[in-house]
């Protein structure tokens, strides 16, 4: 998410001194978010103040509220930064240069092992939690999270497609069919709180098999 930034004031530079203006340095946002991450992930949201924050982070609570303008804005800056690092490394790995079974398999392993892990189910939590009242957090962060792993998803599946492996009429779709079905039994457990560790190797490996095997099943063409 971006930071608030205090209005600027006309006729006058960004800097003074050398420093910049209210809510633009970077290392200062870097810091806050540091010390919020590390507050976060030992008491959890809900056990968090802004004041615990500030102190974690070692700026004054008016430093912080110039950046963030609430606690959820904060978390969810968080999250949004973490989301962006996972994706881009579970997207590397469509690579249309290997075998789609190997390829599919070690994405979807790789997806289910991120989005297993309590910090990661505690955003989704949170983002669903906000997103009533706050609608952009929660438009940007299907936008910007399974919206953009589907797209991806279905450009690798065009490739397959055309090459003769598959047979989709609508590969966005079937891309998030896979991605329902690689979450099955995984997933709501643990966003409900019913299971709270992150899935074992085990049952990652069952699910990835079971749901490339329902794929195939249906869009293969060698049936």
């Known amino acids: 998410?971006?930071?608030?930034?205090?209005?600027?004031?006309?006729?006058?530079?960004?800097?003074?001194?050398?420093?910049?203006?209210?809510?633009?340095?970077?290392?200062?946002?870097r810091q806050i978010l540091?010390?919020?991450?590390?507050?976060?992930?030992?008491?959890?949201f809900d056990a968090t103040s802004m004041s615990d924050v500030a102190r974690e982070a070692r700026v004054s609570k008016a430093t912080l509220y110039v950046y963030f303008q609430d606690k959820e804005h904060l978390f969810t800056a968080i999250c949004a930064e973490r989301r962006d690092r996972n994706i881009t490394e579970i997207?590397?790995?469509?690579?249309?240069?290997?075998?789609?079974?190997?390829?599919?398999?070690?994405?979807?392993?790789?997806?289910?092992?991120?989005?297993?892990?309590?910090?990661v189910v505690a955003a989704h939590r949170i983002v669903i939690g906000v997103a009533e009242r706050m609608p952009e957090v929660?438009?940007?962060?299907?936008e910007r999270g399974p919206k953009r792993v589907a797209t991806a998803l279905s450009q690798f599946l065009d490739f397959h497609v055309a090459e003769g492996r598959l047979d989709i009429a609508d590969t966005y779709l079937a891309a998030m069919q896979f991605l329902e079905l690689v979450q099955a039994g995984i997933v709501r457990p643990r966003l409900y709180g019913a299971i709270t560790e992150p899935a074992t190797p085990e049952e990652i490996e069952n699910n990835i098999a079971s749901a490339f095997a329902m794929f195939t099943a249906a869009y293969g063409t060698a049936k």
């Open 138 to 142: 929660g438009t940007e962060f299907f």
């Open 1 to 29: 998410m971006e930071a608030v930034h205090l209005p600027r004031m006309q006729g006058k530079e960004d800097r003074r001194g050398g420093r910049p203006a209210a809510g633009t340095d970077p290392q200062k946002r």
């Open 91 to 119: 997207l590397a790995l469509l690579d249309t240069a290997k075998p789609l079974k190997a390829v599919m398999t070690e994405f979807g392993t790789q997806l289910m092992t991120i989005m297993s892990q309590p910090f």
């Open 34 to 44: 540091e010390g919020a991450g590390r507050i976060f992930s030992t008491a959890g």
